[in-house]
C-alpha cells in the first residue's frame, strides 16, 4: 500500500538521553537528572535508508519532526527518501528543559514530491503545546 500524507518522527539519536525536572513550566525545582531514551535510537544514516519514498504515492506530502539538534540533519532525510522541503512549521513547547538557547520547540517540516495539490493555510506557523 502507498500513502499519499506520512508523518514521520525519527528516532534521533540522544546519546546522553533526556534531561528532566519538574514538568511544570516555570516552576522547575530540584536538580537536573538524566534517563534514558524510552525507545530504540537510529543514526542518521539508518533514518536516511528507510524505505518511506517506496510507502509513497507518486505526488505525496511528507511532514518530519525534527528537535533543534536534529534539524540540520531532516533536511537531507527529506531528500533521501524522495521529497523536496517546502516549509517548517514549529511546535512551542512548555516544557523544554536542555539546549544552549531555544529548547522549547521542535520543528516539523512540510515536504513534498509529484504535485499533492494545496493544503488549507494555516492562521499562522506556530502550533501551540497541546493543541
Not at 61 to 69: E, G, H, K, M
Not at 119 to 130: D, F, G, Q, T
Request: glycine fraction near 8%.
Amino acid at each position: 500500500m502507498r500513502y499519499r500524507t506520512i508523518v514521520a518522527d525519527p528516532p534521533w539519536e540522544y546519546p546522553e538521553g533526556f534531561a528532566t525536572r519538574s514538568r511544570t513550566p516555570g516552576k522547575w525545582t530540584g536538580p537536573v537528572g538524566h534517563y534514558d531514551l524510552p525507545y530504540a535510537s537510529m543514526t542518521i544514516a539508518a533514518i536516511q535508508a528507510l524505505p518511506v519514498g517506496a510507502l509513497a504515492e507518486p505526488s505525496a506530502r511528507l511532514f518530519l519532526w525534527a528537535t533543534n539538534r536534529h534539524l540540520p540533519f531532516a533536511f537531507g532525510v527529506i531528500t533521501a527518501w524522495g521529497f523536496a522541503y517546502k516549509q517548517t512549521l514549529t511546535w512551542k513547547k512548555l516544557d523544554g528543559l536542555s539546549g544552549s538557547v531555544a529548547p522549547n520547540s521542535e520543528f516539523l517540516l512540510v515536504a513534498a514530491r509529484g504535485t499533492p495539490g494545496l493544503l488549507k493555510r494555516l492562521p499562522n506557523a506556530v502550533i501551540e503545546h497541546s493543541q
